[in-house]
């Protein structure tokens, strides 16, 4: 069966109802009976309106900012195993919810889990080798605990991508596309009208210039951008100046071994860095005023100078895809 789409509207009505019995200590499972939507789509609405309600307070290993994540895995000096870790799943966790850090902690906390899982044979924590043992507990917390143990689960942020419109490829994906346009377009003329813009680069994307394409409206795109902008550039490093990976999901069983490749080529981590650097610049030159006043990109170490990038050129540019410039000409 094809689950039903329910309007904005029907949500809210849903999310008011449920959380009416909520508040008169009605259990989730009996307060969405008969309501016609499953648990797990009302927190997932509930997130998507208010995405840090009710989320898992950070330990004091995960009290960071993606500033200070950057800046430690860009440290030379920096030997501490723990500390580089920690940034790192913070990294990992902002390159999938950049607007939402109350998502970050129970994200980090999975990460440190399944690093920590695969290949070992402990079944409880006292089971830990003390190093193994010590990163545990810099990320596991009773409340976060509490949540995984109840039908708070279904709040908790999922690393998992659904592939659009049943295609090989993912938001992240479409959205390193739409970076990759704006970096790459070159104006016909001076004329401002004619720069780089989001107009263009939607119109662009519902031409299907490029093999990723996803049937969104304007307003949902315009979203859609406001929500990740700030990890865009990282995104399109990562898939069109490759090196590392990171956007990591750690369900999969290569994630320890792709957290390990991280922290024995420190180095190469450091030039991807300077390369997301050089994109986010680029893109600020691109982009006009208004455009990036909605976005907070990440500040780097004075320390670490950007690497210079060439972006690949774009596909062809047709006659129909200029007339949609036009007709959605900011």
Known sequence: MVPKRHSLAEQDRIIARFEEARSLDVRPAEAIAGLGASLASVYRWQRARNPSKGMPA???????SIDTAIARLCDERNDD???FLDAL??????LRWPTTPGDHPAAMMVCAVS????GRSARTLNELPPDALALALRHVSIDTLKRICSDDLF???SFELWKLDDQPYTKLDYLAQVTHFILAYCPPSADPRDAASLSKAYAAMDSGLFKYKWSISRRTFSTFWKESAASAPFHYVERLHPGLEFSLDPSKNDFAENIDEAYSRRGELRRHLARCRAAIELLQNKLDRRSLEVIRFPRFPLSLSAEVIEPPELPKITDAIRAKFRKWRN
């Open 58 to 64: 950070a330990t004091f290993a995960q009290e960071l």
């Open 81 to 83: 195993r723990h500390t």
């Open 89 to 94: 799943f913070k990294f990992i966790a902002w």
């Open 115 to 118: 690093y920590l899982s695969a």
């Open 155 to 157: 709040a908790m942020p």
